[in-house]
T-cell receptor, first 111, second 113 residues
Framework: QQKVQQSPESLIVPEGGMASLNCTSSDRNVDYFWWYRQHSGKSPKMLMSIFSNGEKEEGRFTVHLNKASLHTSLHIRDSQPSDSALYLCAASKQGGRALIFGTGTTVSVSP | AQTIHQWPVAEIKAVGSPLSLGCTIKGKSSPNLYWYWQATGGTLQQLFY??????VESVVQLNLSASRPKDDQFILSTEKLLLSHSGFYLC????????????FGKGTRLTVV
């Protein structure tokens, strides 16, 4: 059973639009959430991480975390074609073996 | 700065043949090391984990083995490849503390025919 679930599976966003991605962990022991972006044929690179309740913004990217529900979301505003990629959510915890990745959301930004 | 180098970049191998993939991390002493596998467009499945030389933990059984012969080197291997081994193999490292960022190598694309 996948412990980190992401939705939607795929998303088409117009250029300049907003993309919203969701992620929930079923493991109540996780402390940290991570968002990675992986362009086709490349390796994943970390976008943002969050461990406190609330919101964190970096440029066009905003991450929210609700620790009570173990739900995080990633929002990309003013989406660009270069944002087209697989977005992977991951969770980690004290004593855990690195990151447990979710199922991923494929974002396609249409010009 | 830390660097991670994976080899080879890509491999096409026959079913039943042996395989050896490797990675080297420079600029970081005693890193935690990981092997991940990814089916095309899919999620990352953690295969192995190592916190120190000579110690490797298996996370999933895929008829693969891993070894850490040096502090900065991690090897993934099998004696007999299956079709199901095809995919993208990623070596990664992190610092020794919990909840730290994981950094990935550029990966090896394996096609088993």
């Amino acid at each position: 059973q996948q412990k980190v679930q992401q939705s939607p599976e795929s998303l088409i966003v117009p250029e300049g639009g907003m993309a919203s991605l969701n992620c929930t962990s079923s493991d109540r022991n996780v402390d940290y959430f991570w968002w990675y972006r992986q362009h086709s044929g490349k390796s994943p690179k970390m976008l943002m991480s969050i461990f406190s309740n609330g919101e964190k913004e970096e440029g066009r990217f905003t991450v929210h975390l609700n620790k009570a529900s173990l739900h995080t979301s990633l929002h990309i505003r003013d989406s660009q074609p270069s944002d087209s990629a697989l977005y992977l959510c991951a969770a980690s915890k004290q004593g855990g073996r690195a990151l447990i990745f979710g199922t991923g959301t494929t974002v396609s930004v249409s010009p | 700065a830390q660097t991670i180098h994976q080899w080879p970049v890509a491999e096409i191998k026959a079913v039943g043949s042996p395989l050896s993939l490797g990675c080297t991390i420079k600029g970081k002493s005693s890193p935690n090391l990981y092997w991940y596998w990814q089916a095309t467009g899919g999620t990352l499945q953690q295969l192995f984990y190592s916190i120190t030389v000579g110690q490797v933990e298996s996370v999933v059984q895929l008829n693969l083995s891993a070894s850490r012969p040096k502090d900065d080197q991690f090897i993934l291997s099998t004696e007999k490849l299956l079709l199901s081994h095809s995919g993208f193999y990623l070596c990664a490292w992190s610092g020794g503390q919990a909840n730290t960022e994981v950094f990935f190598g550029k990966g090896t694309r394996l096609t088993v025919v």
